[in-house]
């Protein structure tokens, strides 16, 4: 089979996408390779693919125990021998896979970097023909990066060690320049080839929520009533905010795990595969968690505080949507955050590190917390922003994000903000947001009268302003914190803390929402194929589907995204196939899946179009009537 086949018939795929078949043939021809390519770019394929059509055995070597256990399942389910060898295994199940191995059972073997120096496993890679050694995750041979793992240093000795030497491939989704040159370097590549592909993820929607302290809360549990059902990770700067997000989440009724670093080993664990299991498709969690989770369907990320870098935040938001479906990535910003994140800054130690080097690093944490600030606070397009820091050239607007839907026009309202906190300390915090605007503004109404207020000295002070323009700076102190408004039907404006408006530098502005001008036809063109383009009819089917896929999940002991991702899901509703060829045509439905799962699909699918006759399920890509 050439290379296209294998993808049709394993994977169930029509085309590669960008980077795949160059990384593919460049290996193929012998050609070590380091490829640079963003999470959910789908890396895997481009060593899985010519592992089949190489003579020998293909060793991946991965950091992560769950890595490599979600790839072996998938690989299992698409018709694909493969096996992992690590500490999960006890000795005896060690030996049988490696006598298994050595008969030629598997094409692909995942080990974790510890093994590599094991006699055993030295013995049986003695007796066989390793075609490729692949180094996943190939980022944590850098001191640069985030997660450096010293065993991967050892890759080297052991590739050098095999009698025949293999050809490299290292993937990972690090694209600053040091991490490159250390894996080219530490793996000793021979002029390899290089394949870097672009960081944007189209798929994804960004936006930020300017909202203060507890009323983030609020959003949340309204955001999961909305989006029933959705599988999504709420990350929070702290363990305490997780345990009290997660107890609020659990008395709504949503299914939530939680995950942070002050629990048991154990009670991560079943956190994290009831995530993956969909058992709990919600989980708030530190940064703690997601090393190692490939789950697909992620339909959304929340942070529900400012992270500490974009390298942190683009990580951890890229964790949405690795099926290439539409997922958002919404993160809760107060001026609170960025107190959070330096109070962080100066907790975080720097131990066996040089005086010199720690000033440097701090420096370098202060800018990345301030570039992160800036993503909150700006007004352009938040995509650019992002592809810009990385260091990739940026176009149009992307018309894909929260701030490109919007259009502002930003006002510093700094010294208004201090007139308002005047006025409630004035007004001792009797009245709601109408008086005070109106004070503010001088209105000539007989309620102002009544109450006296042309006699405070605040009475018209910003009769220079409109009074929407005073209400939306109201609303944004609300949203900073510094003006409190109280619950129930009289509801007042009260002073709450300005220490944050009292310092140096302290800045409070409105964004102006101008009239939209992005005309409607694009905003359409961009659409991917995604529920959205399923009618409510088809999004009922969707359901039964996702319904019957758990089910089956359930049988099998397996992640529902292994499965079948959501987008083979969609792309069924969309397809309808009435029989088995016609399944074929479903993107991620190869021969295996076929065969398993095919009747139970197809099934599900002629007894919904039986019970809803000539029911419009799905609104073609083209048609512009949406
Ligand atoms: P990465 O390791 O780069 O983060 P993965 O290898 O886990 O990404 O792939 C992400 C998803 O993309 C998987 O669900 C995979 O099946 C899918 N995928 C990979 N290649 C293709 C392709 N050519 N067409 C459609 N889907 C693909
Ligand atoms: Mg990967």
Redesign the pocket.
Known sequence: MNKTEI?KTF?G?????EG?EDIIDGLLAGRDVVAI?????????CYQVPALMLPGITLVISPLISLMQDQVK?LNEAGIHAAYINSSLTEVQITKALALAAKGTYKIIYVAPERLESAGFMRFVSQVEISMVTV?EAHCISQWGQDFRPSYLKIVEFIEGLSVKPVVGA?T?TATKEVRNDIECVLKLRSPKIVITGFDRENLYYSVEHIAGKRKDAFVADYMEKHPKESGIIYCATRKNVDSLYETLLRQGVPVAKYHAGMSNEERKRSQDDFIYDRAPVIVATNAFGMGI?K?NVRFVIHYNMPQSMENYYQEAGRAG???ESAKCILLFSAQDIMIGKFLLEKKEFEGTDDEDIEFLRQRDLYRLRIMEEYCKGTSCLRNYILKYFGEKVGAPCDNCGNCHHQYEEVDMTEDAKQVINCLAETRGRYGAAIVAGTLLGADRARLKEIGADSYRSYGVLSHRTEPDIRLLIEQMIREGYVIQTDGDYSVLRIGDISGLKREGAYVGIRKAEKSNIPVSSQKKKKARSTDALTSAGYKLFERLRELRLAIAREEGMPP?IVF?D?TLIDMCAKLPKKEEEMLEV??VGENKLRKYGERFLGEISAFLEENPGALVSVGEDDESI
């Open positions: 993808l994977f795929y029509d085309s590669f996408r795949q390519m963003p999470t959910g770019a789908g890396k895997s394929l998938s996943d993937f989704a490939d697909s690795r099926d290439g995204y991702s987008k993107s991620g």
